[in-house]
């Protein structure tokens, strides 16, 4: 039990397009979902909390214009790139949160975006 | 703030060496501590975890041991084995009853070898 799924698993766009990206919880419901950015060789960075039905909390630094988040659901959350450009380049994973468990986060396989 | 500290690595064993990956934290308030394994090309998956004070997380034959007095979380494995190389991420979380944060180390990748 406790898989989350991401789609696509690899994208590569041209620079000034937009890329969604889809994380599922895929048999538990999820009240909040996490989305991190994780560079080569280095730890996650937590971009943004999303909680079902309500607008999603950006961290400090990260562009919510620019990183769209949409939890509709509570087995779904998007990530969208607009405008991408080679320097969004990265590995992005998300997470979820089963609904009354706080502290615990399953992890998605990640999703590589290349923007050339 | 919370903060973890990861030993830096990358750490290279021979097969069957002894594994001890240091991790200590700061926090304020009283965290929950995991550490969490990252394959190549894949997401993080939960490896252990301890809630309170001299509590022991075990798994696959790793273990970590929540110590309050000296604030770590250190990772130990017996024998290690070359399936078990992997980047490893020390983590610890506050339940704040809103928004659920993980604070992760900076991983400690290793690398075992015939």
């Known amino acids: 039990g406790a898989v989350v799924s991401q789609h696509p698993s690899r994208v590569i766009c041209k620079s000034g397009t937009s890329v969604k990206i889809e994380c599922r919880s895929l048999d538990f419901q999820a009240t909040t979902m996490f989305w991190y950015r994780q560079f080569p060789k280095q730890s996650l960075m937590l971009m943004a909390t999303?909680?079902?039905?309500?607008?999603?909390?950006?961290e400090q630094g990260v562009e919510k214009d620019k990183f769209l988040i949409n939890h509709a659901s509570l087995t779904l959350s998007t990530l969208t790139v607009t405008s991408a450009h080679p320097e969004d380049s990265s590995f992005y994973i998300c997470?979820?949160?089963?609904?009354?468990?706080?502290?615990?986060?399953?992890f998605g396989p990640g999703t590589r975006l290349l923007v050339l | 703030g919370n903060s973890v500290t990861q030993m830096e690595g990358p750490v290279t064993l021979s097969e069957e060496a002894f594994l001890t990956i240091n991790c200590t934290y700061t926090a304020t308030g009283y965290p929950s501590l995991f550490w969490y394994v990252q394959y190549p090309g894949e997401g993080l998956q939960l490896l252990l975890k301890?809630?309170?004070?001299?509590d022991k997380g075990s798994n696959k034959g790793f273990e970590a041991t929540y110590r309050k007095e000296t604030t770590s979380f250190h990772l130990e494995k017996g024998s290690v084995q070359v399936s078990d190389s992997a980047v490893y991420f020390c983590?610890?979380?506050?339940?704040?009853?809103?928004?659920?944060?993980?604070?992760f180390g900076t991983g400690t990748r290793l690398q075992v070898t015939l």
């Open positions: 997470s979820a949160s089963p609904s009354g468990r706080q502290e615990t986060q399953y």
């Open positions: 301890a809630t309170k004070a001299d």
């Open positions: 999303s909680n079902e039905g309500s607008k999603a909390t950006y």
């Open positions: 983590a610890l979380h506050i339940n704040t009853g809103t928004a659920s944060k993980l604070t």
